[in-house]
Nanobody
Framework: EVQLVESGGGLVQAGGSLRLSCRAS????????IGWFRQAPGKEREVVSC???????YSDESVRGRFTISSENAKSTVYLEMNNLKHEDTGVYYC???????????????????WGRGTQVTVSS
């Protein structure tokens, strides 16, 4: 059964860095896309960064150049390295998995069927 567990969130000052981890069980990375989503207060959940079944990363324009997604297959773990954090990055970060071999990992039609419970990231101004 697919299970996703996030860790690494916390409180950080603006300009600082955090590294989030998503440990996956029951997921073969060659058959899933993995995404990091963020839900800010009063906002809808949105994709931040994701990685395709064949290891190609994508990121939202708002974090491009600051965040980096990567995977370590031997540990069944996906990471999100966040640098130069801004107050607007505050929110609950969720790890999610979408079955299939789509060349894209973002988009409303992508079937992200499995979700972790989230980890809080708070950036002080």
């Amino acid at each position: 059964e697919v299970q996703l567990v996030e860790s690494g969130g916390g409180l950080v000052q603006a300009g600082g860095s955090l590294r989030l981890s998503c440990r996956a069980s029951g997921v073969s990375f060659d058959d899933y896309a993995i995404g990091w989503f963020r839900q800010a207060p009063g906002k809808e959940r949105e994709v931040v960064s994701c990685i395709t079944f064949d290891g190609r990363p994508y990121s939202d324009e708002s974090v491009r150049g600051r965040f980096t997604i990567s995977s370590e297959n031997a540990k069944s773990t996906v990471y999100l390295e966040m640098n130069n954090l801004k107050h607007e990055d505050t929110g609950v970060y969720y790890c999610a998995a979408a079955p299939g071999r789509s060349p894209y990992c973002s988009g409303s039609a992508l079937p992200y069927d499995y979700w972790g419970r989230g980890t809080q990231v708070t950036v002080s101004s």
